[in-house]
């Protein structure tokens, strides 16, 4: 029994009801009743986790999403994070929390990860960091690749929040469990493979809107292409490191 967690599950439907969000989930009987498993999800707006959680409440389980430190640290949303047992992650002592994470899911929990490390500005799937994959294969549990479509419309990277009555249709695919076998460069490219396929899929039955900036350029948006949203991403990258190194050297000279 997970009484605050039940409760915010509770709690989001209401939001979403009011928001309108019209959900239309599918493979939901992939998800194991039991047993520890890599929830791997895209990610294309802030909102993705809470979409994400939506199918295993079909077996009335949840998942740990390993997330940002900063989210933890934050007054408001730090107490929820750590009562819904979710695991922080230090960028820069990321051991920590990848030992949580395999420790969880030997515990058999539903470990929830986003393979592209940060939001997709393109739309599209990025290329994968290892971590889904080496976790998998040394806890032994199978990958369950999950894809969301429609979630950057209510909250991305770089545009307003549209919290309010959007009836934004959101569609979510559960794909069969992946088998934690091989090395992990070769199950991370069957992992990116498997998802960019159950991606399109998703696509082909959604209505994108000519020009809008949350539909990708290869539909026809003003979304940039994958090969410009990784030049905005290294730069923005490149920006925060050099703050960061500003920050010090202000901080010593004062």
Request: charged residues 25%; glycine residues 10%; positive net charge.
């Amino acid at each position: 029994m997970e009484p605050v967690y039940r409760s915010v599950i509770g709690i989001a439907r209401v939001v979403f009801a009011s928001q309108g969000l019209k959900f239309k989930v599918e493979g939901e009987e992939n998800i194991p009743a039991t047993g520890g498993a890599v929830v791997a999800v895209n990610h294309t707006g802030y909102m993705d986790f809470t979409y994400a959680g939506l199918p295993p409440r079909s077996v009335k389980r949840y998942i740990r999403f390993m997330a940002k430190k900063e989210v933890f640290d934050n007054k408001i949303s730090g107490p929820i994070m750590r009562s819904l047992k979710h695991i922080p992650v230090d960028r820069g002592a990321g051991a920590e929390s990848y030992k949580a994470a395999v420790s969880d899911l030997r515990k058999g929990e539903l470990v929830g990860v986003y393979p592209e490390a940060t939001i997709s500005r393109s739309f599209e799937i990025k290329e994968f960091k290892s971590g889904a994959a080496r976790m998998a294969i040394e806890a032994g549990v199978p990958i369950i690749p999950t894809v969301i479509w429609g979630a950057q419309r209510v909250w991305t990277k770089g545009f307003p929040k549209r919290l309010g009555r959007t009836n934004t249709p959101i569609s979510i695919a559960v794909g069969k469990p992946i088998d934690p076998v091989g090395p992990p460069s070769e199950l991370t490219e069957k992992l990116h493979t498997t998802m960019q396929a159950m991606l399109l899929a998703l696509q082909e039955g959604y209505e994108h809107t000519p020009g809008a900036y949350w539909v990708p350029a290869r539909l026809g948006g003003s979304a940039p292409t994958l090969e410009e949203a990784d030049k905005l991403d290294t730069e923005d990258a490149a920006a925060r490191t050099a703050a960061k190194a500003a920050a010090r050297e202000a901080k010593k000279q004062g």
